[in-house]
């Protein structure tokens, strides 16, 4: 139900005045700006408009802090304590500014609020916005902290549900379809039910306990909570102060010792690249040793073997030269024999050949009638045998 305010004979007078005021302003301002240029104007303009968004903002602002502090503490927060103040009780709460013009506007139509009061309220209000916005985070912390709860508790839920179609399927599915209709397979359907509930009902009394555990410690928590809260209303603005200062001081020491530990970090990632730089070249350089020790062994292996062999060459060499020596001795030595005497020796040699083909052909003649005598040698010693053989039979008959 709205509540219409009652317009008095002062009120309307007011109007009156103030309609009458805003047409010499306006005609005063047609004045001031004719002189002007158009850039000017334009000046004006948006001096104008940046200063009406301040005023719709202060406005705004006003309004917010009007709609969340009660008529009491509006008035206690308005008018000031100190002395010397040009604010009175029986005046209006706020300074009076005047325009240059000629005729004169009343006070109470343009008061305003003085700078301190600005600020004051520009920082409730940022106060008041910071509180929302830290209600709001932890309000979204907790419904984003309840969602993975949940999405984790369905994951599990999940899980269990897949692990126990799985059981299933594997102990009485398989056992069902090899054996049908047995009565085996439906107590074994029954038994599996049965542990499935005794599983299920010692699992609810394992939850039921470590809730009421958590419980206990939630009551706990509370009362220390509570403690501590009664011990911090004896604590005064200057030792929350104080603490503010030194959290602060501890902050920044945090925040140099995370620095320190991000800088150490960087210098001990650097120093593993190096290291790892440094243990890959001495891999390297260990198997490019280990190829040089082995090729330096098969090296003196070789120079052994060579050295042998130089040795063995030497003596051989040695007894060359010696048998060449012994040679060219007797090379010197040497004469010729006459021609007729290597005719003669030929002409023997020639002889010699002869008779040897010819003792060759008598010796094959002589193989050839020896097989012959062997063939008739044989014949006649199985004829004999066989006479042998029969002269008993007749001596029998």
Known sequence: MEVRPVVTDEESERDSIHTGESRELGEELQQDLAPLTLPELRNVVQEMSHANSMLKLEAAMFEKFLHRMEPRDLISHLVPERRGSSVDLGQPAYPRIRRKSKSRIPADRLACLTVEQKCDLAQRELEETKEDIHRLKDNSERILQNYLAVLEEADIRLADIKKAIADFEKDIVNTITKKKGSVIASNKVMRYMEEKIRARDVLKEKIRLKNDSLKAQKKKMQMQLKQKEELGEALHEVDFQQLKIENAQFLEKIEERNQDLLRQKMTVGNALQILNCYKRKLQTTTATAT????????????????????????EERSKAEILNKKLRKQLAYYKVPPVLDYVHEKIAVHELENTIKIWERKVEIAQMALQSYRNVWQKARMASHQLQALLPEQAAH
């Open 291 to 314: 190829r040089l020790v082995k090729d330096i062994t098969q090296r003196k292996e070789s120079l052994e073997k060579i050295e042998r062999e130089f040795i063995v060459v030497e």
